[in-house]
């Protein structure tokens, strides 16, 4: 018993009315400042519009009608935004008309009796009316070739429905249960505006029991290829070729092609070794051309075409930072000192000098202030506190007294000094994005090395050279939301002489880190504070403890030293 679904299903096959509409003429005429497109046609119809970007495209659907044009392709039509017309029986009662516009353009659409017109700006001068003018009576129209239905509830090979993909490829719903390779090769090129050429093997088949919804045109008609076991290549004049895979491979084996790549912002060692690894074995060759910046392939036209796709996506401009770095140190250092001397002596001038000035007797006439022992009889001379004193002191005051045959002098001698040291270093540099950048001001320090030798071997002396100064090295990376990534090591370095047995040493302030960093934003990377206080006594034994009186007897050093270290960056993205 047959299905009341299967009934339905023939006598809809049975009973189907062939379209009464005809699409007979496209006109294209000036109106004022506007581009008229006029579609003449006849019977019952409606017409639905859209238009499609990237590129630009007016589509008119004229349903219930059949293709009475004379051609399917309209090239070089260049007027009123208007390039070229493509005309195709898109369904059994679909004509479908797809206009190439110079570029995206608002319309207004009209219906007057047979008669549909669009109306938009006109983005060019006047032009000269263009038709396309109509066939003569008796042209086949397309629904004539699309294949009846073989079994009952079978689907005749429907058209493409358009939509549009993110990427730019326009995405199709085809479903075929019974249909020739050759129809479906066809549909498929007038979907997607290309050229197909089927080997004579691939246009004997049969398409049967497909459904593909909603898929970009190349993913379904490789779908659908494959399920044949058959493949396509693109050639460079943009013609596809649809042979089986045997065949494909073979003509890929047979055929090379040698292209010569422009490289514009990239390396061309760097691209050429990349492409290296995409080249067919023991066959193609990449090879870079650095007075050109260029890539010289030679390869099957398959692969040349893979790795010229590859290249546009690396070979892009580079982004470039600028990083302006703040090195900030700064040395304070606060000194107090106090301390009294105390020198007594008889009246016969015998001394201990080591303060005051006494005739040197070994050179007659001069006064000197080494220390001096001139003894002679009975002699009484005393020097306290002398070996420890007030280094340039700013304030010195003598008392000095006699009482009988002595007399005793008594210096006191003070010192405060303040001491501050502010180094501001501000280096700036700008780099390509994922590029190593170094910049520096000071100079190249000699060091000189000796080599004690072995053995018989006489000592070997050489030269070294340390980099000293404000030292910036940076390595950057935007990111994909534009933040930095930023690779940073920042110096201020120096040398100091007059070390005990060594000679000299390098004093040096790093800071280095990774940040991720906003476009502008600064971030402090090191920050440092040293504080170092010496307090030193010394004076007359025994005397300088006694409570209250003993600061008459000793020498006092107070010494306090802070540093501050401070390394700040702030990256820039550089359009």
């Known amino acids: 018993m047959i299905g009341k679904q299967v009934l339905a299903t023939l006598l809809a096959t049975l009973w189907a009315v062939a379209p009464t509409g005809r699409v007979q003429e496209v006109r294209i005429s000036p109106t004022g400042d506007e581009t008229e497109i006029a579609v003449i046609t006849s019977g019952d119809v409606e017409v639905r519009d859209f238009i499609l970007r990237d590129p630009a495209r007016l589509i008119l659907d004229v349903h219930g009608a059949v293709n009475e044009l004379p051609d399917g392709t309209f090239e070089g039509i260049g007027r009123g935004g208007i390039v070229r017309l493509r005309s195709s ?48 009576a008796g042209t086949v129209a397309m629904q004539d070739r699309v294949p009846e239905p073989t079994v009952p509830g079978a689907r005749a090979p429907s058209a493409p429905s358009m939509s ?3 990427g730019g490829l326009e995405r199709i719903t085809v479903a075929y249960d019974s249909a020739s390779m050759l129809e479906v090769l066809a549909g498929f090129s007038e979907f997607a505006g290309v050229s197909i050429v089927p080997s004579a093997d691939a246009a004997g088949m049969n398409v049967q029991g497909v459904d593909i919804r909603d898929q970009r045109w190349d993913t379904a008609l490789d779908a659908i290829l494959a399920s044949q076991g058959l493949g396509w290549r693109l050639q460079s004049e943009g013609i596809l070729i649809v042979d089986k895979l045997e065949g494909i491979r073979a003509r890929d084996t047979l055929q090379t092609e040698t292209r010569v790549f422009k490289i514009n912002y990239a390396s061309a060692d760097s691209v050429a070794s990349t492409l290296e690894r995409l080249a067919t074995p023991n066959r193609g060759q990449v090879v870079p051309y650095l007075g050109a910046n260029s890539v010289i392939v030679t390869d099957a036209p398959s692969v040349v075409a893979r790795m010229d796709s590859l290249i546009r996506n690396l070979d892009v401009k580079t982004p470039q930072v600028s990083i302006e770095a703040k090195i900030i140190f700064v040395d304070r250092t606060d000194v107090m000192e106090l ?101 520096q001001v000071g100079e190249k320090t000699p060091v000189r090395v000796l080599d004690a030798g072995t053995g018989n071997t006489q000592a070997q002396a050489t030269v070294q050279y340390e980099d000293t100064g404000i030292i910036l ?22 040398i100091q002489t007059d070390i005990p047995d060594v000679g000299f040493t390098f004093l040096k302030q790093i800071g280095q880190s990774r940040l991720l960093l906003d476009d502008g934003e600064t971030m402090v990377i090191g920050g440092l504070t040293l504080s170092q206080v010496d307090r030193t006594e010394s004076g007359i034994p025994f005397l300088m403890d006694l409570p209250v009186l003993g600061a008459l007897f000793r020498t006092t050093k107070n010494s306090e030293r802070k540093t501050d270290l401070i390394i700040l960056v702030t990256p820039h993205i550089v359009d």
Do not use: C, M
Not at 90 to 111: G, K
Not at 413 to 430: F, G, N, R, W, Y
């Open 339 to 439: 301390g009294i001397i105390y020198d007594l002596k008889d009246l016969a001038g015998n001394s201990i000098n080591d303060v005051i000035g006494v005739p040197d007797p070994l050179n007659p006439g001069e006064i000197t202030n080494e220390t001096l022992v001139d003894l002679g009889g009975s002699s009484v001379a005393v020097l306290a506190n002398a070996n420890d004193r007030v280094l340039a002191p700013s304030l010195e005051i003598l008392a000095s007294v006699a009482f009988g045959d002595f007399s005793l002098s008594a210096w006191l001698q003070a010192l405060e000094q303040h001491k501050l040291s502010d180094v501001q270093a501000a280096p700036t540099i700008q780099v390509v994005d994922n590029h190593h950048a170094r910049i």
């Open 164 to 166: 549009q993909d993110a």
């Open 89 to 136: 029986q898109f369904r059994d009662d679909v004509v479908r008309l797809v206009f190439d516009l110079a570029r995206p353009a608002n319309y207004e659409t009209r219906e007057t009796g047979e008669r549909y017109t669009v109306r938009f700006a006109n983005p060019g001068g006047t032009f000269e009316p263009w038709s396309s003018g109509s066939v003569l």
């Open 473 to 494: 090295d940076v390595t950057p990376h935007i990111t994909n939301n534009n933040q930095i990534l930023l690779d940073v090591s920042a110096e201020r370095s120096g």
